[in-house]
């Protein structure tokens, strides 16, 4: 296998090596580097699919929290190194889709969790106000 620098290995270069799932031998192209939504919010289970095995420490206590901003800043690099994807094209398409399903997700209960704020303490409050009805014969 033939040895090559970061100058030159460029994604758009004729003469470009796809060198993902090398682990840390792997020399990231450009346009693999970035923050990742899909990584920081679906965190142990993009971990998972991504083969990214340090994600796992989201799922200690406390550490987790941290460990989401880490994998925000440097699962897409990790995820580069640790799996075999066919194109930094394929790469930016498979990791659009984690951002965009991660986005989703946090926005809907984000969304689900302002409906039951409102929803919860207005039912209760109709609850209070409203007469029992008593028929009488």
């Given at each position: 296998m033939?040895?090559?620098?970061?100058?030159?290995?460029?994604?758009?270069?004729?003469?470009?090596?796809?060198t993902s799932g090398m682990g840390k031998d792997a020399?990231?192209?450009?346009?693999?580097?970035g923050w990742s939504w899909g990584a920081f919010f679906l965190?142990?289970?993009?971990?998972?699919r991504n083969r990214t095995w340090i994600g796992l420490l989201c799922l200690i206590p406390y550490l987790g929290f941290v460990m989401s901003f880490f994998l925000g800043a440097k699962g897409?690099?990790?995820a580069w190194r640790n799996k075999r994807w066919?194109?930094?094209?394929?790469?930016?398409?498979v990791q659009?889709?984690?951002?965009f399903w991660g986005v989703v997700l946090v926005v809907g209960i984000a969304g689900l969790g302002i409906v039951a704020a409102?929803?919860?303490p207005a039912y209760v409050d109709y609850?209070?106000?409203?007469?029992p009805v008593t028929v009488t014969t």
């Amino acid at each position: 296998m033939q040895d090559f620098t970061k100058d030159d290995v460029k994604s758009n270069d004729a003469a470009f090596v796809n060198t993902s799932g090398m682990g840390k031998d792997a020399v990231i192209p450009d346009g693999v580097k970035g923050w990742s939504w899909g990584a920081f919010f679906l965190n142990w289970i993009w971990a998972i699919r991504n083969r990214t095995w340090i994600g796992l420490l989201c799922l200690i206590p406390y550490l987790g929290f941290v460990m989401s901003f880490f994998l925000g800043a440097k699962g897409r690099e990790w995820a580069w190194r640790n799996k075999r994807w066919n194109s930094v094209a394929h790469f930016n398409e498979v990791q659009k889709k984690w951002s965009f399903w991660g986005v989703v997700l946090v926005v809907g209960i984000a969304g689900l969790g302002i409906v039951a704020a409102i929803a919860i303490p207005a039912y209760v409050d109709y609850q209070h106000h409203v007469q029992p009805v008593t028929v009488t014969t």
